[in-house]
């Protein structure tokens, strides 16, 4: 069983920056790609950025490109999202998930929340103004 944990959650003001962490237990987790998605209040989780299992291909949501990164260190079990130029727009419970049909895949990366699963508990990021 897979056990997904995300952290590096906090408060932090406009134009500050915040690194996620997804931690995975279970050797499995390094070769699928993993998807960060957020859930703001009242509003349904979407879509942030999700990355291949070797790490070579990402895509982002139009919101966060350019401002936000995703990577991994399989070495680790881990995959990152480092956020920078945050804006209070960006306040929401963030997750991390796997996609299990994605296992040593390079293409066809998901940003639909139903391909994913292996869910975090999430972790709060909140920007102020």
């Known amino acids: 069983q897979v056990q997904t944990v995300e952290s590096g959650g906090g408060l932090v003001q406009a134009g500050g920056s915040l690194r996620l962490s997804c931690a995975a237990s279970?050797?499995?987790?390094?070769?699928?790609?993993v998807g960060w998605f957020r859930q703001a209040p009242g509003k349904d989780r979407e879509f942030v950025a999700c990355i291949s299992w070797s790490g070579v291909n990402t895509n982002y949501a139009d919101s966060v490109k350019g401002r936000f990164t995703i990577s991994r260190d399989n070495a680790k079990n881990t995959v990152y999202l480092q956020m920078n130029s945050l804006k209070p727009e960006d306040t929401a419970v963030y997750y991390c998930?796997?996609?299990?049909?994605?296992?040593?895949?390079?293409?066809?990366?998901?940003?639909?929340?139903?391909?994913?699963?292996?869910w975090g508990q999430g972790t709060q990021v909140t920007v102020s103004s």
């Open positions: 279970g050797r499995t987790f390094s070769t699928y790609a």
């Open positions: 998930a796997r996609d299990p049909r994605s296992r040593y895949s390079e293409s066809n990366l998901q940003v639909r929340e139903g391909a994913y699963d292996y």
